[in-house]
């Protein structure tokens, strides 16, 4: 039985009884029978939500196993991997660092910051940065 039909089968007990309707016992009963029938109701609603946030966590659980097949997957990370044209168009100036000639290889972004740090020796060297020096060649 359901919570619902309890509270329903409770509250038609109760007026079976045919109690006095004036006395204050037969309210208290009444009220009892009426909150059991409210908890049914909320319970029911609680459930239902329940339900749907399963139903929604199914889901979630199912893209997801979509989304880890794809990484397992070597060909479509081999894809997703950047290739060497991807990275020079990203990188697109060569630099190299006055301390220990390691060559680094800048975003137009971090050209126009015109502040650079040697990955290699931490040396910090400003960068001027103009057209026509850039165009010119790369000799120092
Ligand atoms: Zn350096």
Excluded: R
Excluded at 28 to 56: N, S, T
Excluded at 64 to 83: I, K, P, R
Excluded at 100 to 126: A, D, H, M, Q, R
């Amino acid at each position: 039985m359901q919570l619902s039909e309890k509270a329903a089968y409770i509250k038609g007990l109760i007026e079976g009884l045919e109690l006095d309707p004036t006395d204050k016992q037969t309210k208290i009963f009444k009220l009892i029978a009426e909150f059991l029938a409210e908890v049914a109701d909320e319970v029911k609603e609680l459930e239902q939500c329940y339900d749907d946030v399963c139903d929604q966590v199914d889901g979630i659980s199912e893209d997801l196993s979509g989304v880890e097949d794809l990484l397992y997957d070597e060909d479509f990370m081999d894809d997703l991997t950047y290739s060497d044209s991807d990275f020079e168009d990203d990188l697109a100036y060569e630099v190299t660092c006055p301390n220990c000639g390691n060559i680094t290889y800048l975003s137009e972004n971090s050209l126009n910051e015109g502040v650079i740090k040697c990955p290699e020796c931490n040396e910090i060297f400003e960068f001027d940065y103009s057209e026509d020096e850039l165009d010119e060649s790369e000799e120092e």
